[in-house]
């Protein structure tokens, strides 16, 4: 099975300053590859998926962005956090065929104070 | 909005018990999937019933389906302190992505 490794797992920054969140994957290769964001006590908001290197889609405008430089590392970034930024962000991993079940790593807490 | 809804938002109950959560969607979907998230985790992925099956175990789950209501259901037998966490159906629409429910808070009280 895939192990997705996400870091860092909390992460306190100021309003205004830059982000960079981390996702790689081991055990398969080709993936599916997804950032969630999750409210406390509420359900995932899909942000983006990428199908393949260097492809994007994103599901909610927002003050993010996502890039995949290679084929298993997804990385969410900021240029300036804001206070709604704060929240529980999940990375998964798809692969393909019948099954399109998930994978997901342990998440990052992000806190803007 | 295309997400599902799942009832109960929380459920406690006590060890041995039953519990029964349910799900419903708004769209034609390939399959189903359950997944659970203990606090402050990611998901874990559960079990997965295809749109042309209406019923799938696995161990002391039970999950069903009925595309005519758009709706399944996950039984957990014989509930264990264990099984505390909170449960997500999300829906394979398609599109290369899943639809997440905004889940039940499962507590298990010894």
């Known amino acids: 099975s895939q192990t997705i490794h996400q870091w860092p797992a909390t992460l306190v920054q100021p309003v205004g300053s830059p982000l960079s969140l981390e996702c790689t994957v081991e055990?398969?290769?080709?993936?599916?590859l997804y950032w969630y964001r999750q409210a406390a006590g509420r359900g995932l908001q899909l942000l983006f998926y990428?199908?393949?290197?260097?492809?994007i889609s994103s599901e909610v405008p927002q003050n993010l962005s996502a890039s995949r430089p290679q084929d298993r590392q997804f990385i969410l970034s900021s240029k300036k956090l804001l206070l709604s930024d704060s929240g529980f962000y999940l990375c998964?991993?798809?692969?393909?065929?019948?099954?399109?079940?998930?994978?997901f790593g342990a998440g990052t807490r992000l806190s803007v104070l | 909005s295309q997400q599902g809804e799942e009832d109960p938002q929380a459920l406690s109950i006590q060890e041995g018990e039953n519990a029964t959560m349910n799900c419903s969607y708004k769209?034609?979907?390939?399959?189903l999937q359950w997944y659970r998230q203990n606090s402050g985790r990611g998901l874990v992925h559960l079990i997965l019933?295809?749109?042309?099956?209406r019923e799938k175990h696995s161990g002391r789950l039970r999950v069903t389906l009925d595309t005519s209501k758009k709706s399944s259901s996950l039984l957990i037998t014989a509930s264990r302190a264990a099984d505390t966490a909170s449960y997500f159906c999300?829906?394979?629409?398609?599109?290369?992505?899943?639809?997440f429910g905004q889940g039940t808070r499962l507590t298990i009280n010894p």
């Open positions: 019933i295809r749109s042309n099956e």
């Open positions: 769209t034609s979907i390939n399959n």
């Open positions: 055990g398969t290769s080709n993936p599916n």
């Open positions: 990428s199908v393949g290197i260097g492809q």
């Open positions: 999300a829906t394979d629409q398609g599109a290369q992505k899943l639809v």
């Open positions: 998964a991993s798809q692969t393909g065929g019948a099954k399109n079940i998930q994978y």
